[in-house]
Structure formats: structure tokens, C-alpha cells
């Protein structure tokens, strides 16, 4: 028997913020229950509207702000409040970098029980047209007589109305209405459900994910398109291996390391950072805090491409690259080729599965690089020390599966969290990426 929602509140509640969530929402507690409200900034009192009774907390919006803290700022997109992506662009970019900071600090003292030694200045960029990689979502909405391309409204599954997105690059995110407009005019309109963004330093793919075969007429649409908008137009039928250009519009992406005098080919659909501003201030940091020596061998784990290996390779004397996924081990070998890079060998190996038949797991490095997924790197924690990692280099996308390898590594097996800081590698989201710092201890 299905239990009954509890009626919301009509009326308007006024609340003092006490803090900022981890996920950007603005914390306060109305007879001891939690009650988080988006668009409420941390010492503001505002009004706030209910959308959300649960059992242990409350969901709200702010209507209304009567004292507004220093820090607001007026966001720079009409969409912001709806559209979903972003959740911080009423906050300044420099409380901003704070709040990331400051959720760092939170989970390695929370979660990790540790502390670094010191505290790494920000790595930031430019706040606007960063964002090189996305997924769009793509719906024909009749009331609206037109098609959306962008990202949902927050707090729902319809797609928000955009005109444009102020941190997508420019390329794309001036030109919402158009990708809409050439969608409207396929026979297949109601069959395309998103369109992948991929973009390196220069052309930009559009990879149109269609559930149904195009005809004749819909390909030259999709090429007309392509031509007078400069777009490389790829499209998908089914899973990732289907993805294909239209007919001449194939082409080899890059982005380059200008400092490492590297340049990194990748597919449309490989893992790249989405800010390659950050991404390059990103390797000059690691390279810095890694004192790369001519004698030291250096392990980097969830190698990708080769985005760090190929950088740690002009500076050390041999690197060796583990990655779990075929493709990419593929690339990173045609870009070590390419850049003539030889002190480098790369490994196809699951890092969350048996590692003792590794070939690479009978060798010494005195140094290691880890950049994870979210869900981290403890699987691999306790082989560093046995293979004589010295310094070990953990990028980082999710604080609270660092702090907990942070534990492993610091309480238990022997290292030391030197320093550690926040990058802003996604403005104006709560998004937090970060760098740490571990040395053995002597």
C-alpha cells in the first residue's frame, strides 16, 4: 500500500542560511530538520518556496533574497535557476574556488582523518566558454513548435529552453538554436534523443545519436548543415561502435601540451578533459610537484591517452602507461609515435581486477601517478609501496574517494600527505576536482 505524499506548503518560509552543501544548495534547519534551498547563498535570509517534503530533510527554492551575502553576484545567463547545469553562478568565482576548498578540507578531515601539510594556491581559469565536451539532450516539443538542444531543467527531466550556454565554448554554446533548427528539419525529429560535443584545440564534432535510419533527404540536411555552420558531423545508430562521420567529415581532433611540446590525437568519443585551459595549468602543477628526475621510472595508472604519460616522459627517464580500455592504449601509443617519444611503453590492464600477471607489476618506479574515476583508486593502494613508489601523484575528480585513499595511504600504509589543493576545472558547477601530494615516509 502506497503511502500518501504529504501535501507542500503554499506559503513562503523565511530562513537564515547557515551553510552551502556540498552540491551548491544553501543549508538551514526548521525545527531541527535539514532543509536544503536552491539559490541561497551561506548568512542570507531569504524566502523560500517547498518543492520537496522527505522523511529526514525538506527541498526548497529561494523566492526571494532580503539580505544578500557579499559574495552574490548577478549570473550572466537568462537560464540560470532553470536550466540544471550550472548551480553556481549567483556565487563570485572567487567564493567559488573557496567552497571547493573548503569541501576538500571537509572530506579529508571527515572521511580521510587526515590533514596535507600544506595547502596548494587554486588552479583556475577563464570562468566562461571552458567547456569543451558534452552531452546534449535533444526533444521535439510541440506547445514550444520547435526542437531543445541542451541540458534538463533543474530538479526535473524537461529539457530547459536555451538560447545559448555560457560556459559550453562558444562554437557550440552560441549556436543552440541552430543545431534545434537543422534537428526540426530531419523526418527523424522525434528519433534524436542527444548530440555529443567533442572539441580540441580546433574543429568541433556534433555526434547526433539517431534511433532511426536517416534517408536521403535527412543526409543532405545534416551536410548543409555541417558546411555553412563548420561543424564535423558524425552520427550514431546504435552502440559506440556505430558512431561514423557523414561522408568527408571525418577528422582527427588534437589538443596540444605547448610546454611539454606535445600534441594529443583522440576520437570524438574519448575520454578528454572538458577544460583545456585547466587541463594544461593541470600537468604544469603535476610535473612541479612530481621533481621529475633523468633516473626515475614513473608508473602512471588510468593513463588514458596519454595526457600526463607523454608530458612525464620529456622529463623522466621511462614512463609506463596502465589503462583498462583498449582504444585509448591504442592512442596513447600512436601519440607517443607521433611526438617521438621512446622512453614510454603502455599496458592494456583492468586496474580494478588481478593484477599479479602484469607484466609491469615485476618492475620498480620510484614515482606514480594516479588520475581515477570517481570511484577512486583503492584497489591498487596497497601495490605502490611494493613496487617502491618513493612519491605517488593522485588526481583526483571526486573528493570523498580521495579522502578515503588518502586514509589508506596515510594511517596505513606509510606515507605522507604532503600538499593538496583544489582545480576549478568545471566554473560555476559544485563539481570539485583536486590534486594531492603523498611521500613515503623515510
Known sequence: MSRKRKPLPQELVEVDIESLTHEGRGLTHIDGKAVFIDGALPGERVRFRYQRIQRRYDE???VEVLRASPDRVEPKCPHFGVCGGCRLQHLSAEAQIRVKQDSLEDVFTRIGKVAPQRW??????????????????????VKKGKTLVGFRERGNSFLADLTRCEVLHPKVGEH???IGEAIDALSIRDH????????GDGPCVLIFRVMEPLSAPDLAVLMSFAEREDFHVYVQEGGVDSIRPLPGQGIDLHYTLPMQRVRLEFQPTDFTQVNLELNRAMIDQALDLLQLQPDDRVLDLFCGLGNFTLPLARQAGFVVGVEGEE???????????????????????????ELTQQPW????????????????ALEVLDWLPKLGAERILYVSCYPSTLARDADRLVNDLGYELRAAGVMDMFPHTAHV??????????
Open 60 to 62: 526548497g527554492v529561494a
Open 120 to 141: 596548494l594556491s587554486p588552479l583556475t581559469g577563464d570562468h566562461w566558454g571552458y567547456r569543451r565536451k558534452a552531452r546534449l539532450g535533444v526533444r521535439h516539443v
Open 176 to 178: 543552440l538554436e541552430t
Open 192 to 199: 534524436v534523443p542527444q548530440v555529443e560535443v567533442a572539441m
Open 327 to 353: 582504444g585509448l592504449v591504442s592512442r596513447a601509443e600512436s601519440n607517443a609515435a607521433q611526438n617521438g617519444i621512446e622512453n614510454v611503453r603502455f599496458h592494456t590492464a583492468n586496474l580494478y581486477g
Open 361 to 376: 607489476m615485476d618492475e620498480r618506479f620510484s614515482k606514480v601517478l594516479l588520475d581515477p574515476p570517481r570511484s577512486g
Open 433 to 442: 576536482e583536486s590534486m594531492a601530494l603523498f611521500e613515503r615516509v623515510k
